[in-house]
């Protein structure tokens, strides 16, 4: 069992996972499409769909498609070149720790001499991304680029009077030209800003209406099928993917009271196995029977119709399927029910209107009553879909068209991806816990590695790190980023090497702007004469962003995605053997299936 | 494994030019093989947790459930063309080698060799640049040579039992007769040295490395005999 990621004469799991995602890198990337047996056709560019599709046993390839999964979902954005920097990271270390595997002597064999100094040098690694990277970032690259304001949002989508060039349509522009082609990117821009300025909220920070957005996205949108991408179009009001159960409202008065039900409005009294007894009662002497059960049953329903209708609700949204007896009194009493809808929806719901869901049909009170502005049936594409807003918060939903399932998908992902972009842009690091740096890189480092890949928080999220870049900051496309690092590093690296005692730090920040360079190489790989360009734009003039061709990107995001592939190596690193254990039911999910493994301590031996 | 308790004087140099050349058409294997598993891949291979026991490239699984190998499979193995016992060409390099060898100042005595007979098979005792040397030499590069000046045949023990003996055909001429002799010695020579370690060794590890030495020394002897009839 092959024991190193990457070892000297073989390629590395991650070597392998460097070639498939590298066709479709960079602006000029390809799409890969995948075919399933069922017919279905998944078209993708982003990275972390065409990692999960692979089907991978490998563990340390399973380990890093996890971590890539995490890291998108946390930032929407930056899958490719996590793989591609932790690919030359890991050959970088292997190439270090082969020359200068004499300095330890304790080991039995060059192999774990050459294995212990690549740890090493990944948790050197690792502690220097925490402790100096950021303000390396803040001094070297950030005068580079600028700060996009969020008042960009509440202009109106009509005006055209942005002059400043850094826009968050630019910054859009650019991620959607990387994520769904040139074709459409505009607009697929123009439509997410309306999208959050229609969602924004005043007197509140940015980042709560890209938190509530990004959170209610799926509810949020409505995939059509059929139509040009160019149909796509914000609606006023929110859908709810389901059609009305009981013919709708007849006259359209306003305003429409709404309630929303978790459970039957049919209490199930009675479940299979139990047994009903019907007996006699002390001096009454009419027999019973099944009627009299099944009548009183229906009494009580109409009970709680009557309340309802006292109430004055009209609308009912059911979360779960409702007998015939309930649709009957409810066609009766003239309300419309819509049953079967999704949780996320009825959340928004109730997040919009500020009701509660009823629980308890006995306990009806007029907190579970929601007014609605209108509430009107609507028909989209092939389906039909119920459409209703509230008073106070005017939502307004997406609808998003495309001409195949597939191309719905992608655009969907992109749409909800950039929000999560956007987000991490605006509020740079959402620290999960309040410890100090030191003292969790020290509790992750005795961990073993199964936890490590399968909390649910990644580790670099339960370090708080003080974000010293402003949000919003935001730098040129296209390897800039890692140009401007890579200088910056190597000046640090000469800065250190003059003093002895920093001498480790010059090898570690060497190491980490020479693999920074991959990036822009692979990205010019096809022009090296942009690749020179590029250079000589660093040397530039200060604050230069007027480069209308490759866009904007996110400097927040950028940081945090070289954090979270230094903590990647490092945890690859740290692995010494694994152990194949056969797991009963090897079930493959989408999100991969675990298959325990444990890493053994095995230096030192002999 | 362990046999080697005291610590090794490990000055790491520059490689040299061939060295060098060794080395990228290493990598530019390894490109190559990432680039076909990586299109396999997308083909809907699986990548399975096992590597292949010739080469330690790691096994693909196709939906008929059959392992596939891709360094083994579809690339040419990079050190065949090194073996002299299958190309003549690999055989007359070694007689060079073995002339310079000679006339350049003996190499220093090593010590008892103290580490495993697998990486015997490295030897940069001459400092003249081959290029058409084994792999194994810009990865050993400075291991101490066994007790006979001889330089050993350049099979690597580990890829013995995969090359098979492919029937050459050379033509029979003097020179050639010539370098299948010293090769055959070279063989017997080796043989003899693996036995007497054989004999002496304690460790289970290094036995069974002995053996597998043996064994491939006798598949070079007899493809070596089949070459001169």
Not at chain 1, 541 to 549: H, I, K, R, W
């Given at each position: 069992m092959q024991s190193s990621a990457a070892s000297a004469s073989n390629p590395g799991a991650v070597g392998v996972l460097e070639a498939v995602i590298l066709r479709s890198f960079g602006p000029e990337g390809g799409q890969v499409l995948f075919t399933r047996d069922t017919g279905q056709v998944l078209l993708s560019r982003s990275g972390t769909r065409i990692l999960t599709a692979l089907h991978l046993e490998h563990p340390f390839a399973r380990m890093v498609v996890e971590c890539v999964w995490k890291h998108s979902s946390a930032t929407g954005d930056g899958s490719k070149t996590f793989i591609l920097l932790l690919a030359s990271l890991l050959r970088l270390i292997h190439a270090a720790a082969s020359k200068g595997s004499n300095v330890s002597h304790s080991y039995s064999s060059t192999k774990a001499a050459e294995a212990a100094t690549a740890r090493h040098l990944a948790d050197k690694l690792l502690a220097f991304g925490l402790k100096e990277l950021d303000e390396l970032i803040a001094t070297g690259v950030v005068p580079y680029g600028g700060c996009i304001s969020w008042e960009d949002f509440t202009v109106e989508a009509q005006t055209s009077s942005l002059t400043n060039n850094l826009c968050v349509q630019k910054l859009l522009r650019s991620f959607f030209h990387t994520r769904c082609g040139y074709t459409h990117c505009d607009f697929s821009s123009h439509l997410t800003c309306e999208l959050l300025s229609h969602w924004n909220f005043k007197n509140q920070l940015p980042s709560f209406s890209l938190q509530l957005v990004s959170d209610y996205f799926p509810a949020l949108h409505t995939p059509v099928s059929g139509f040009p991408v160019r149909s796509s179009r914000l609606i006023e009001g929110q859908v709810i993917h389901r059609d009305f159960a009981t013919p709708p409202l007849k006259t359209d008065h306003q305003p429409v009271k709404a309630v929303v039900l978790t459970g039957s409005l049919q209490p199930t009294l009675l479940s299979t196995g139990d047994v009903l007894e019907l007996g006699y009662r002390g001096r009454m002497k009419e027999e019973r029977s099944i009627l009299h059960f099944s009548s009183w049953m229906e009494s009580s329903l109409q009970g709680v119709i009557a309340k309802l209708q006292t109430l004055g609700v009209c609308v009912l949204l059911s979360a779960v399927k409702q007998s015939a007896a309930v649709l009957a009194l409810a066609t009766q009493a003239e309300m419309c029910l819509v049953e079967c809808v999704s949780e996320d929806e009825l959340s928004l719901f109730s997040q919009l209107s500020g009701t509660t869901p009823i629980w308890d049909c006995s306990m009806i009170e007029s907190e579970h009553v929601a007014t609605l502005a209108f509430c009107r049936p609507i028909q989209l594409g092939a389906h039909r879909y119920k459409k209703h807003t509230s008073i106070t918060i005017k939502p307004c939903s997406l609808i998003i068209c495309a001409p195949g399932e597939g191309q719905i998908e992608q655009y969907a992902c992109a749409l909800q991806d950039a929000i999560r972009m956007l987000l991490r842009t605006w509020e740079p690091m959402l620290a999960a816990a309040t410890t100090t740096s030191k003292s969790t890189l020290q509790s992750h480092k005795g961990a073993s590695l199964h936890t490590d890949s399968l909390t649910e928080q990644t580790p670099y999220r339960s370090i708080a790190i003080q974000p010293i870049q402003k949000p919003g900051c935001v730098l040129s496309a296209g390897g800039l980023f890692e140009l401007l690092l890579h200088y910056a590093l190597l000046q640090h690296g000469h800065s250190c090497s003059v003093s002895p005692d920093l001498n480790i730090d010059a090898s570690v920040s060497q190491l980490l702007a020479n693999a920074l360079l991959s990036v822009p190489q692979k990205i010019y790989s096809h022009s090296p004469h942009h690749f020179l360009e590029s250079q000589r734009r660093v040397e530039g003039?200060?604050?230069?962003?007027?480069?209308?061709?490759l866009g904007l990107e996110s400097v927040s995001c950028k940081y945090q995605l070289l954090l979270a592939v230094l903590q990647c190596v490092a945890s690859l690193l740290k692995v010494d053997a694994v152990l194949p254990t056969h797991t009963a039911l090897h079930t493959q999910s989408r999100r991969l299936a675990r298959t325990s493994w444990e890493d053994t301590e095995d230096e030192g031996e002999g | 494994m362990a046999l080697n308790g005291d610590e090794e004087d490990f000055k790491w140099e520059p490689p040299t030019e061939a060295e060098m050349k060794v080395i990228q058409a290493r990598r530019e294997r390894q490109d190559k093989i990432s680039k076909l598993m990586g299109d396999y891949l997308l083909k809907g291979y699986k990548m399975l947790g096992e590597a292949c026991e010739v080469c330690g490239t790691i096994l693909l699984q196709d939906k008929q459930q059959k392992n596939y190998c891709v360094s083994c499979q579809e690339l040419d193995s990079d050190i065949d063309k090194d073996n002299p016992a299958l190309n003549a060409q690999a055989a007359l390099s070694q007689v060079r080698e073995r002339q310079l060898a000679a006339q350049s100042p003996a190499p220093s005595q090593a010590p008892e060799l103290n580490d495993s007979p697998s990486s015997s098979q490295e030897n940069m005792s001459v400092p003249q640049p081959r290029p058409e040397h084994c792999e194994g030499a810009a990865a050993g590069g400075r291991t101490p040579l066994p007790p006979p000046a001889v330089p050993p045949p350049s099979t690597p023990a580990s890829t013995a039992a995969l090359a098979p003996a492919r029937p050459s055909v050379t033509p029979q001429s003097s020179a050639q007769r010539l370098v299948l002799q010293e090769a055959e010695e070279a063989v017997l020579t080796k043989l003899r040295w693996a036995t007497n370690q054989l004999q002496s060794s304690a460790s289970l590890e290094a036995s069974i490395q002995l053996c597998s030495l043996i064994n491939s020394c006798a598949n070079s002897l007899r493809s070596l005999k089949e070459l001169t009839q």
């Open positions: 003039p200060l604050g230069d962003v007027s480069e209308l061709d | -």
